[in-house]
């Protein structure tokens, strides 16, 4: 045999067993797991050690399944509670596959056994939920509302509430208990389910929205009335004031008038006690100031008072 044509047939050899060691050889992790099927039969248990396994070549197929917890997130389901209450509810769950064979045998990958949690978990929720009111699923306790001073004589206070027999906490403990026995059958434990987000359906949200604003608006125009009675107050106290303070200053002014009044009458009495006929003499011309100009006509007789000091005058 020529030298060539050996190390082709070398090189051919070496070829195909590097294949099927390669395909006899198989690696498991620390995170994951392996079934063995044969003509797609599970042969034997779950391979669950790390390290390198070998399987027949060709024939057996490794399949790889996840150990550690995974994360389930269900659909956004509209449900009716029992007291006919609509609410939008998303919740969520881990699991992880406990018996790989028997979850291979039932589900056999993790897309089926995302589909069966699905028909599982969101089934008993729905089932649970529509057992219990409202108030059961959006409170865990008795506990009573902080509720602030303006809020007090509109909304209800929580004695005025139903008492809470199970609350949120033990109804998610409820699904949980109850899908568990379901997805134990498929070789799946589930860890726990929580309720991710709780709201009412659009329709019955607009009530609540406008229940909301019209409580506000009630909280509004009762600080715009108080506010308003304050201001007629506060306007009434200014008025009385004021009037206070006018009638005051108007009783000091006359005073002062009255006092200045009697001075100056005394100082006239004065006056005239010295000498009657100056004081006379100067109260006429004060009134002729007061009452002439050069337009004014007087028609007065010889003998009135009022012409005596003119007659002089004229002389």
Not at 216 to 239: C, H, T
Request: overall charge neutral.
């Amino acid at each position: 045999m020529k030298k060539p044509t050996r190390n082709i047939i070398i090189a051919v050899c070496v070829l195909i067993v590097l294949i099927v060691l390669f395909d006899a050889l198989y690696i498991v992790t620390e995170t994951n797991q392996v079934i063995i099927t044969q003509f797609g039969e599970p042969i034997g248990e779950a391979i669950t050690e790390p390290g390198i396994h070998a399987k027949t070549p060709f024939i057996q197929k490794a399949n790889f399944f996840e150990k550690r917890w995974l994360e389930w997130d269900g659909e956004v389901n509209q449900i009716p509670t029992q007291d006919k209450k609509y609410i939008w509810v998303d919740t969520y769950a881990r699991w992880k596959i406990s018996d790989p064979l028997l979850f291979f045998q039932r589900v056999r990958n993790q897309t089926g056994a995302q589909s069966r949690l699905d028909d599982i978990i969101d089934g008993q929720t729905r089932n649970t939920i529509a057992t219990y009111d409202l108030i059961e699923i959006v409170r865990s306790t008795n506990r009573e509302f902080q509720i602030s001073e303006e809020l007090e004589e509109i909304v209800q206070t929580a004695s005025d509430l139903p008492d809470v027999e199970k609350g949120r906490k033990k109804m998610t403990q409820i699904i949980l208990k109850n899908s568990r026995q379901d997805t134990k059958e498929l070789g799946i434990e589930l860890k726990d389910v929580k309720f991710k987000r709780i709201n009412y359906v659009d329709e019955v949200q607009s009530k609540v929205f406008d229940r909301m604003i019209a409580e506000r608006q009630r909280i509004a125009s009762k600080y715009r009335s108080e506010g308003e009675g304050r201001s007629a107050e506060i306007n009434g106290e200014k008025q009385k004031e004021l009037h206070r303070i006018q009638s005051e200053a108007y009783q000091r002014a006359q005073e002062i008038r009255g006092n200045a009044d009697g001075e100056a009458t005394d100082i006239y009495a004065q006056a005239y006690n010295r000498d009657p006929e100056f004081y006379q003499f100067m109260k006429s011309l004060e009134t002729y100031s007061a009452s002439l100009n050069e337009k004014t006509w007087l028609i007065l007789s010889t003998d009135s008072e009022f012409l005596k000091y003119l007659k002089r005058t004229g002389r």
